[in-house]
């Protein structure tokens, strides 16, 4: 027997198994009282009909088949819940209500509960009285009590529609008679009032928009995997077969999110901290720490699972440190510490939120990160421009070297400057071409100093103070002071910036910390998928040469495949130079060809120094040693 009003199928999902509603609408009469419940015909539906629970009470159908789907002379039909009746018995209340209701839903009317009488022995119910929500009379509007009575007016109200009630006699009553037994003790089945006309309305009824518990977590689910509400509804309304057949609204799921958030208000760090808490006991190496401010509010708060702590351990050479982009309900930023790993994918190093992005929530923050990581220094660490981030990383970071992110730097620049160094517009396509030459193409600082000082007095800059002030801060940012430090990174913190797009589309700013957390915890399970995806080609495939070159095939045992696909196209680029010989065999310059003026730094001539005795090779353009793969100047001695 199905009660659930049109037909019906399953569908799993994980643990949750949710019914799903099928094309086929169930029609009901258009007079105002349908008629007995009788069953109604679905021709040529291909849907599966599910039994229903019915509180216990076993209600005669026709002949039926494995699948559920009731069949009178070759022809599917629905039934319907068979109209309750005094003797009727149900094992809880509550199946008792749930049939009345389902009843109701069938033959277009909503019911309410009017009154239950409690035993006085017992403490519990022992009677409900369900009625048709016409049921009673409407309330009297409320008026003033003061002045004569004609001149007393109606008190101002929020305009709200109202039920319209009839003195509708139509109800049911059950009674407990003894435990686990509760019988209809009385039901009138007229009503005194039109009905809806079409069964597909009767989901706006009040009694009828309730979300079934299973649907609930589903929908839940779906919310934790950051799936809009509108989202959420049409994947529900598509199980249904339809809008029409959704048993509710889009207003619901909308209130069955604010439910949700409601649930964490008050207490979302007291549960988040009691899920670190279930992680330390799966994860023992998992860390976490936090402070609280005067009224006992989470100020500081730092997380890192025990994969990440083991990968630092190899993987501390460069870290990039973020917090421009992701602030979380209570408006604390997403501190991000992300690394590179020996495929080149960005792996998650820590997560940490800060209230106050002063020098102390810094120093806190980065003392608790390299407590977790066993006292060790990152080697490089790239950041966006903030005063109070550098005087902590220079507090707690003793040994690392700070670069500050070019981009921020540039961004912050365009703020001040305006469109000056905007590459449109007449004549500033060759202003932005000399800047950006004197920044990425100078190997020294000294000629770094000579080219800016060319820059400035091109363009009649030596007195603007916003390139003074860029100039003051060379140090911090431009490439030629950081040559011979391993940036992979760039010169952005472009790897933050991308893992911040990424984490968007997980986290909904306006969501708990716990539920953060919990989709930060889906990233990393994600990066393992990728790490894991790219060790079995570096273990199981032989990747297909380019050339015939002898480093090609010695190459391919020292790089991972990733990194030796990156190898190859330098080694393809070495074709595009010559060498000219300075001095001894130690001592070369290498030349590209003329016909190649499209290379990474034009028609420049590199010097590569040599000594083969310890085998050290290197190149102007450190190249090698900011990256890591040889470089085609290196690859062409």
Excluded at 56 to 79: F, I, Q, R
Excluded at 376 to 385: E, L
Excluded at 480 to 485: A, E, L, T
Aim: charged residues 25%.
């Amino acid at each position: 027997m199905c009660i659930a009003g049109s037909a019906c199928a399953h569908v799993s999902s994980s643990n949750l198994t949710l019914t799903v509603i099928s094309n086929e609408t169930l029609h009901l009469p258009s007079n105002s009282a349908p008629p007995e419940l009788a069953t109604q015909q679905l021709s040529n539906s291909a849907s599966k009909v599910l039994p229903a629970e019915s509180g216990g009470v076993t209600v005669p159908t026709a002949e039926t088949t494995a699948d559920g789907v009731d069949v009178e002379d070759g022809v599917e039909v629905l039934s319907t819940p068979q109209e309750p009746f005094v003797g009727m018995s149900f094992n809880t209340s509550d199946a008792a209500k749930d049939y009345y209701n389902s009843y109701a839903r069938h033959t277009n009317f909503s019911i309410r509960i009017d009154t239950s009488r409690e035993s006085k022995k017992a403490n519990e119910k022992t009677k409900y009285i369900y009625l048709c929500q016409k049921t009673g009379v409407n309330k009297k509007e409320k008026v003033a009590d003061d002045g004569p009575i004609n001149e007393k007016k109606i008190v101002r109200q929020r305009c709200r529609d109202y039920v319209d009630r009839t003195h509708c006699p139509a109800h049911m009553i059950v009674r407990k008679t003894s435990p686990g037994h509760w019988e209809v003790v009385n039901f009138e089945r007229e009503h005194n009032h039109k009905r809806l006309r079409k069964f597909s309305l009767t989901k706006y009824l009040k009694s009828h928009r309730d979300i079934p518990a299973v649907e609930k977590e589903f929908i839940k689910l779906l919310h934790g995997c950051c799936i809009t509400t509108t989202r959420a509804y049409q994947i529900m309304a598509e199980l249904y077969g339809g809008i029409e057949n959704c048993p509710y609204t889009e207003g619901d799921t909308k209130n069955l999110r604010v439910e949700y958030h409601a649930e964490y208000r008050g207490k979302d760090v007291k549960v988040t901290l009691e899920y670190f808490e279930e992680l330390k006991k799966e994860d023992p190496e998992f860390y976490y720490s936090y402070t609280l401010d005067e009224f006992d509010r989470v100020e500081n708060l730092f997380w890192v699972d025990g994969a990440a702590r083991r990968s630092y351990e190899l993987y501390s050479d460069c870290l990039s440190f973020d917090t421009t982009y992701l602030t979380n309900a209570y408006n604390m930023p997403c501190s991000l510490f992300i690394g590179i790993d020996r495929n080149g994918i960005t792996i998650q190093l820590g997560c940490g939120f800060l209230r106050n992005e002063k020098t102390e929530g810094f120093v806190w923050l980065f003392t608790e990160f390299k407590k977790a990581m066993g006292g060790k220094d990152p080697a490089n660490i790239i950041t966006d421009q903030d005063i109070a981030m550098k005087v902590a990383i220079a507090e707690v970071f003793v040994s690392s070297v700070h670069r500050n992110c070019r981009w921020h730097i540039m961004e912050n620049a365009r703020r001040t400057m305006g469109a000056f160094l905007d590459s449109k517009g007449d004549g500033k396509q060759e202003l932005a071409n000399d800047f950006k030459d004197c920044i990425d193409n100078s190997f020294t600082p000294a000629e770094f100093e000579q080219k800016w000082q060319a820059f400035l007095d091109k363009y009649e800059l030596n007195n603007n103070e916003r390139f003074q002030h860029l100039y003051d801060m060379r140090h911090c940012w431009i490439p030629v002071y950081f040559m011979h430090c391993f940036f992979p990174f760039l010169q952005t913190t472009a790897r933050s910036e991308g893992f911040n797009a990424v984490l968007k589309r997980y986290v909904n700013p306006k969501n708990s910390i716990l539920n953060f957390v919990q989709q930060y915890k889906k990233i990393q399970q994600m990066i393992f998928i990728k790490q894991d995806l790219q060790e079995a080609a570096t273990a199981t495939k032989v990747p297909r040469y380019l050339t015939g070159h002898p480093m090609e095939h010695q190459m391919k045992k020292a790089y991972t495949r990733r990194l030796f696909n990156v190898f190859q196209h330098e080694l393809q680029l070495s074709s595009s130079y010559y060498v000219v010989r300075v001095e001894g065999d130690d001592l070369i310059d290498v030349a590209p060809y003329k016909c190649c003026p499209d290379l990474l730094y034009g028609t420049r001539t590199f010097r590569v120094t040599s000594s083969r005795v310890e085998g050290f090779y290197s190149c102007t353009c450190c190249k090698f040693e900011r990256w890591s793969p040889l470089l085609p100047h290196i690859e062409g001695f």
